[in-house]
């Protein structure tokens, strides 16, 4: 960290190679550089990868299949947690009866599913066939993505469901899907999911595997923290 902290002093254009197979706490670091790559593990032929992306011969499109803590405090921290009775809205610095940490904020540094690349994406409304679902059928969600750089890119398009009321505790979201697709400046796709009543299952509080009618939101973007939303019922 000292020779990252007096390299950063005499050159800003600094990039970052994270070799590891954990979430680590980067805070500074990302603070320092003007970029990160994480590269996992990747091998003996991962040298060549990695001066391929940072030349800009290709492009990064892997995405974090883990949480990066803003601080180690948070740990552990996972995308599906968990809803409270008392959510925090807002900055937490202004928030005095919420569930939160008094000093720093609930999100991780990097959520789930979060990662960059050279271009841009934007996303449209999700667009739902119906917006209520029977046993044995399925309702369509999609989206329409476009590509808003100057740059061929590659986008993992996640799908991310919650349970409003549940009989046992239900997380504020689960992963049900993803899609990868690639397109090239200025062009769009369409993306569409299916979901269907199996999708919704949990295990209840006699161990069986099942869904309960009612409300539910359907969430599609680029990572688990999206707000990008649509309601449906099962009936």
């Not at 091998?43 to 499109?61: F, N, Q």
Request: proline content about 5%; glycine content about 8%.
């Amino acid at each position: 960290m000292e020779l990252l902290r007096q390299v950063c002093r005499v050159n800003s254009n600094v990039c970052v190679v994270l070799f590891g197979g954990r979430p680590l706490e980067i805070r500074e670091v990302t603070e320092l550089a003007g970029s990160v790559l994480m590269a996992w593990l990747p091998g003996t032929e991962g040298a060549d990868a990695l001066a391929r992306v940072l030349l800009g011969e290709s492009a990064p499109s892997g995405r974090l299949a883990m949480s990066f803590p803003w601080c180690v405090g948070q740990e552990p921290l996972h995308y599906d947690y968990l809803i409270t009775g008392r959510p925090l809205i807002g900055d937490y610095r202004k928030s005095k009866w919420s569930s939160q940490y008094l000093d720093v904020p609930n999100e991780p540094l990097y959520t789930f599913g979060f990662g960059l690349t050279y271009t841009d994406f934007d996303y449209s409304s999700i667009r739902l066939d119906s917006d209520r679902l029977a046993k044995g059928e399925q309702i369509l969600a999609t989206v329409t993505v476009r590509n808003t750089g100057n740059r061929r890119g590659t986008e993992t398009v996640q799908l991310y469901i919650r349970d409003l009321v549940g009989s046992v505790a239900r997380p504020i979201r689960s992963l049900k899907g993803f899609q990868r697709i690639t397109l090239e400046p200025g062009e769009s796709a369409e993306v569409s999911f299916k979901i269907t009543e199996e999708m919704l299952r949990f295990y209840d509080k006699n161990m069986h595997y099942t869904s309960e009618p009612g409300k539910f939101f359907v969430f599609i973007g680029p990572d688990s923290l999206t707000e990008n939303c649509a309601g449906f019922i099962l009936e």
